[in-house]
């Protein structure tokens, strides 16, 4: 089966602009994850969405991210404005919501200057 | 709340010699335990898990079992080779909800050199 599938993989911006990143999930994961990777740290749930609904987002920063999943499959997750700080990798996992286990895309590396 | 703590890396190591990688945990309850390994350009994979205690978790010649009274979970395998270079994860998933947050430690760093 093909796996989590995200885009772009690698981004630069400088400092205040925006911008979004995409994840597809594996095909009938009703669960869909965010983490934030900085480096030299491990991912850092960012929200879970569970079909199109928001399970647990206690640690987005919501003044600047955000996140959707309208239609429950796809996902896309915004920075507004980008901060120096949020240099990282935004990985994105999925699960069946029958099974316990996360399977992880490749991740979006992000660089902020 | 739960955490996770690794060995400080970079680790090196010639192949063929034995690894090491400590990792113990904070949680409350009663959680699951995984390693996972993260290639050079590739996403995070999943290596071995335990759920219980004594359970061992094995894959690829990697081990490491769940330790209660320790509350550790070390990694070990008896002969690296070059291409198990990568950065290791230790995570715990609490029992307790339904969503099955993943907790992390740091990563370590591992070099294999021929």
């Given at each position: 089966e093909a796996g989590v599938a995200q885009s772009p993989r690698y981004k630069i911006i400088e400092k205040r602009q925006s911008v979004a990143f995409w994840c597809n999930p594996i095909s009938g994961h009703a669960t869909l994850y965010w983490y934030q990777q900085i480096l030299g740290q491990g991912p850092k749930l960012l929200i879970q969405f569970q079909n199109n609904g928001v399970v647990d987002d206690s640690q987005l920063p919501k003044d600047r991210f955000s996140a959707e999943r309208l239609k429950g499959v796809d996902s896309t997750l915004k920075i507004q404005p980008a901060k120096l700080e949020d240099s990282a990798v935004y990985l994105c996992a999925?699960?069946?919501?029958?099974?316990?286990?996360?399977?992880?895309?490749?991740?979006?590396r992000l660089t902020v200057l | 709340g739960d955490s996770v703590t690794q060995m400080e890396g970079p680790v090196t190591l010639s192949e063929e010699a034995f690894l090491t990688i400590n990792c113990t945990y904070t949680a409350t309850g009663y959680p699951s335990l995984f390693w996972y390994v993260q290639?050079?350009?590739?996403?995070?994979?999943l290596l071995l898990k335990a759920t219980k205690a004594d359970d061992k978790g094995s894959n690829k010649g990697f081990e490491a079992?769940?330790?209660?009274?320790?509350?550790?979970?070390?990694?070990?395998?008896?002969?690296?080779?070059?291409?198990?270079?990568?950065?290791?994860?230790?995570a715990l998933r609490n029992s307790g909800g339904s969503n099955y947050k993943?907790?992390?430690?740091?990563g370590t760093l591992l070099t294999v050199n021929p």
């Open positions: 999925s699960r069946r919501v029958d099974g316990a286990r996360q399977y992880f895309g490749p991740g979006t | 290639y050079p350009g590739e996403g995070l994979q079992t769940y330790r209660k009274e320790t509350t550790s979970f070390h990694l070990e395998k008896g002969s690296v080779q070059v291409s198990d270079s990568a950065v290791y994860f230790c993943l907790t992390f430690g740091k």
